[in-house]
């Protein structure tokens, strides 16, 4: 098998490792404070939103894997960079999403999922950033507060629970801005101190 790490090829004997997660586990060892950022095995890139699958790959002698891994610093980094470009054409968007909420046409819903799970996205990316940094809302010295931002996501959760588009697109109009400017700041003022402290 073929193995190519940060464009470093090597010959690897298959039955070394069984699956491709077992290959991973190998190279991680080495490679502390680095994340994978992109493989691709025989030409073809797999999701890492699917890595959890693509680990069960069976390696075979005439496959050619590609992995790519950056540090986490680099990562994290590159990841907020991505966050704060949404934030800043979702909250501009708003107003237009509102609109075609309270419409209750299938796009409508298709839009409340899609904003859902954007939200899901850029929060499951704020805990990751407080998990590797330990930086905390508290420490950032944010405008809005946590409470008010876990209120307001509870509202909309009960909202959606209870399908009142009305509801759902006065709250996207006139509450979710808060929301967004709350990571927005958050993901702004971790990514200065990172700089800060890492540089």
């Known amino acids: 098998m073929t193995l190519v790490v940060n464009g470093e090829e090597r010959k690897i004997d298959s039955g070394r ?3 491709l997660g077992d290959l991973l586990n190998d190279l991680r060892k080495e490679r502390q404070n680095q994340v994978v950022k992109r493989i691709v095995v025989n030409g073809v890139e797999v999701p890492l939103s699917r890595l959890d699958e693509a ?9 050619v894997v590609e992995i790519t891994f950056e540090s986490l610093k680099a990562f994290l980094m ?3 960079e991505e966050v704060l470009n949404y934030i800043s054409k979702a909250k501009a968007l ?4 509102a609109d075609v909420i ?3 046409t299938p796009e409508s819903y298709k839009t409340i999922h899609d904003l859902a799970e954007g939200l899901n996205a850029i929060e499951n990316v704020r805990m990751n950033t407080v998990r590797i940094t ?3 809302s508290e420490e950032l010295g944010l405008k809005v507060k946590e409470e008010e931002l ?3 996501l509870n509202e909309f959760v009960e909202v959606l629970q209870a399908r009142d588009l009305i509801k759902v697109a006065d709250l996207v109009d006139e509450k979710l801005p808060t929301v967004f ?5 958050f993901f702004t003022k971790a990514r200065e101190l990172l700089r800060e402290t890492y540089s």
Request: hydrophobic content about 35%; proline content about 0%; glycine content about 10%.
């Open 181 to 185: 400017g709350y990571y927005e700041d």
């Open 55 to 63: 680990k069960e790959i069976e390696l075979r002698e005439d496959l």
């Open 78 to 80: 590159e990841t907020i």
């Open 17 to 19: 490792f069984k699956t």
């Open 134 to 136: 330990g930086i905390t």
């Open 150 to 152: 876990v209120s307001i």
């Open 102 to 104: 309270v419409k209750g």
């Open 94 to 97: 708003l107003s237009s999403v």
